[in-house]
């Protein structure tokens, strides 16, 4: 007899005396072993009617029954409508609600069929017990791999056979809010008002109900959600009856979730989820629907009516601007968080952070405050102060620049002593913007991305101004092998310039882009301040071939990568993977440097012989042939 034969022949007997007949675990994991896409389909179909049929009378564990049914029905080729042709037929429901987990897994894995298809899931949606089953499960588990799958499945359903497309070609019919599954899950009173009671803390406790713990999983994974199905009509009001029970005005689901439903007072660990949803809410990427209008909910534009969102963007940012005014429970979960939620607002919203001069003046003191209390000793061993680096690096660039009133926090930090943070920090800004903003983001005009930057190229060379040893600095971290990281955020800020966005100053004021506290200074202005006697180079790589920078950068680009082949005793292995590591990521400039040499050669005509160094070098591969000329173990000076 043959395996399956066998498989057939123990499942019939198991049937036959389901409380007294044990599961041969160890003939099904061998099955499971060997279970391919080369079982002939009407055996996989007979195999699974088999232990359909045998599940709702097993009196075991079922988990071996149910895993061999989940690899049975995984190929691609095993579609919804074969679900559906099961004998016995699933009872969806059922196996939602059952108390085995295993049982709401393979229960989950059908239903998942039904994804790939808007036909399928609009049968799906015209059994409202299986969607109620289901919004239930998903909410209501206390097992994690449940609340998982069953999110997965629900997010498939509601946007089965949505395609995401270009706002100018995206019309009411292609939205998935028009979907039978969207409609049924926020249209059906029920099943609608199922969501709201679930994660209300308002009935905690209560009979039937869960309890306040139980509430605050649930409605972290409503906003885990939420987030990611973002679109007008959850921002809107479906069933009045059901959000006004709730507290709910005109914001729909989506008030109730970010202003009505989280107990951020009392519960430090759920502020800190809602700020991260909150932080969410502004990447565009998150949105399902391309057209994620931020500002009309998440953020306080001036036009704004509602004054609850408004006191939420700014309570949210307090934590991070204000941090003593709030306990210190709070400022010590929030801080980061909050941060962050700071971060990417600045990332993807630069022009709107900006029209607010008092949270970017306060930003920017905030900022100064910090690193002002930043010692050497204290950068040398790594005690940085990351959330607050990471706010720096996301500032639009213009409220950097120096002011009448306010130095610039960046000049606060020092290539000596070398620290990845730092040298990060400096990277990211001296690049320019990355443009992650979305196509459709009307907050962030080619203006704004513009002067961002023409913003990057001032700041560096104000910052070459007041620090000009940056050079020999950043070539000593590089060189400093010993310090792996440090040495990877050096050679890391060199690739930076080399491959910077920038664009020239006006070479006059304009009063069009020049006005306010953030206006950029002309070239001439620039240059006065620099104290440099002819124009400054407009781009990255010529700021990396003229001097002074380029009798400290392309020496130690075209040097052969150290070694520490010298090395006698254990250890070697470790510190040479260092080695090539840092060798390799200097390989990769000299890539770089190649790159955009190429583009000026063909621009104009200029620098072939450097070039001609560039791929001798390149030639010699990472290590660049005897490394041992040349190379020498980094010392850390501090």
């Not at 439903?261 to 391309?290: G, N, R």
Request: aromatic content about 6%.
């Amino acid at each position: 007899m043959n395996l399956l034969g066998e498989i057939r022949s123990h499942l019939a007997e198991v049937a036959s005396d389901p409380a007294g007949k044990a599961l041969d675990l160890r003939l099904l994991e061998k099955f499971d072993g060997q279970v391919t896409e080369s079982i002939s389909e009407t055996d996989r179909d007979t195999l699974i009617y088999q232990l359909a049929e045998l599940l709702p009378t097993l009196q075991q564990d079922p988990s071996p029954a149910t895993t061999l049914i989940e690899i049975l029905v995984r190929p691609g080729t095993y579609t919804f409508a074969r679900v559906l042709d099961i004998d016995p037929p699933v009872d969806f429901a059922a196996g939602l609600k059952a108390l085995f987990p295993s049982i709401n897994l393979v229960t989950l894995s059908l239903l998942e069929k039904a994804k790939f298809k808007s036909s399928d899931a609009g049968i799906v949606a015209g059994k409202p017990e299986i969607v109620a089953a289901l919004i239930e499960l998903w909410l209501s588990t206390p097992d994690t791999a449940v609340a998982s799958k069953a999110h997965s499945v629900l997010l498939g359903l509601l946007t089965a056979g949505e395609k995401r497309k270009e706002a100018a070609t995206t019309t009411s019919q292609d939205r998935p809010e028009q979907s039978l599954m969207w409609r049924r899950v926020f249209r059906d009173k029920d099943i609608y008002d199922s969501i709201f009671r679930i994660c209300s803390l308002t009935n905690a406790g209560q009979n039937g109900q869960l309890g306040k713990r139980d509430k605050t999983v649930a409605q972290a994974r409503l906003l885990d959600l939420l987030v990611k199905i973002d679109c007008e009509s959850i921002r809107r009001p479906q069933i009045a009856e059901v959000e006004s029970r709730y507290g709910v005005k005109n914001g729909g689901l989506m008030e109730f979730a970010a202003l009505k439903m989280v107990d951020y007072k009392d519960d430090v660990l759920m502020h800190v989820t809602l700020i991260d949803f909150f932080a969410d809410l502004l990447k565009p990427e998150h949105s399902m629907v391309e057209t994620h209008d931020f500002a009309s909910y998440q953020l306080a534009s001036k036009s704004h009516e509602d004054s609850n969102l408004r006191g939420t963007h700014t309570r949210t940012l307090s934590y991070y601007l204000d941090a003593t005014k709030h306990r210190s429970l709070d400022s010590t979960y929030l801080y980061g968080r909050s941060a962050n939620y700071l971060a990417t607002y600045c990332s993807y919203h630069p022009a709107h952070f900006l029209s607010f001069q008092p949270v970017v003046d306060s930003t920017v003191a905030r900022l100064l405050e910090v690193l002002r209390k930043m010692t050497p000793g204290q950068w040398a061993q790594g005690l940085t102060p990351k959330h607050d680096l990471h706010v720096l690096a996301s500032l639009p660039r213009q409220a950097l620049l120096p002011t009448p009133t306010s130095a610039s926090p960046l000049f606060l930090l020092s290539a000596r002593p070398p620290n990845e943070d730092a040298l990060q920090t400096l990277a990211a800004v001296f690049q320019g913007p990355k443009n992650e903003r979305s196509p459709t983001d009307d907050h962030i005009d080619t203006d704004t991305e513009s002067q961002q930057r023409s913003a990057a190229r001032a700041l560096y060379w104000l910052y070459f101004d007041q620090y000009p040893t940056l050079w020999q600095d950043v070539v000593r971290a590089a060189e400093t092998v010993a310090l792996k990281d440090a040495a990877l955020a050096a050679i890391a800020l060199i690739n930076a310039i080399i491959t910077a966005s920038w664009d020239p100053l006006p070479s006059d004021p304009d009063p069009d882009l020049n006005q306010g506290p953030y206006a950029l200074p002309t070239e001439q202005r620039l240059a006065t301040e620099c104290h440099a006697s002819q124009d400054l180079p407009p781009t990255g790589l010529l700021a990396i071939l003229s001097p002074p920078a380029l009798e400290t950068i392309l020496p130690y680009l075209l040097r052969p990568a150290q070694t520490f082949s010298n090395l006698v005793g254990g250890g070697k292995g470790d510190v040479e993977s260092a080695a090539y590591r840092v060798a390799a990521a200097k390989y990769d400039v000299l890539l770089s440097l190649k790159s955009r040499l190429q583009e000026y050669v063909q621009e104009t005509g200029h620098l072939k012989e450097v070039i001609a160094v560039v791929n001798k070098r390149l030639a010699m591969g990472p290590m660049g042939g005897n490394s041992e000329v040349g190379g020498r173990v980094g010392t850390l000076d501090l």
